[in-house]
């Protein structure tokens, strides 16, 4: 393998981590440096449940996916704002949990 390659070959794997960093550490941001609670927890709020008949439907596995995704989403902020207008009963559009409660009869 001439240098050139190698250089070449170095950089680009250089370039993959540099992105996956990145990537990490705005997942990172985003879960741990918001303090405000989670939506998922007035939608459980707003359809009288709790988080351990929730676990009883879904599964431990289940509701830890659930609450991973609504911390991971990047639309907490307006998902808050639109459960307060329209009660904590309906999930918003595009809520990737919306079918975490319609499979589980929530």
């Avoid at 680009?12 to 992105?19: R, S, Y």
């Avoid at 990490?24 to 998922?40: I, Q, S």
């Amino acid at each position: 393998m001439t240098t050139t390659l190698s250089v070449i070959l170095v950089a680009a794997w250089a370039a993959i981590g540099i992105v996956l960093a990145y990537g990490l550490a705005v997942a990172w941001r985003r879960v741990m440096l918001d303090e405000t609670p989670l939506p998922f927890f007035s939608v459980l709020e707003g359809r009288h449940l709790s988080v351990k008949q929730v676990e009883e439907s879904a599964g431990f596995d289940g509701l830890g996916t659930a609450v991973r995704r609504c911390a991971m989403c990047s639309e907490k902020a307006a998902c808050s704002r639109s459960l307060a207008g329209r009660g904590a009963r309906v999930t918003t559009p595009g809520c990737p949990n919306a079918g975490f409660f319609q499979a589980n009869g929530l």
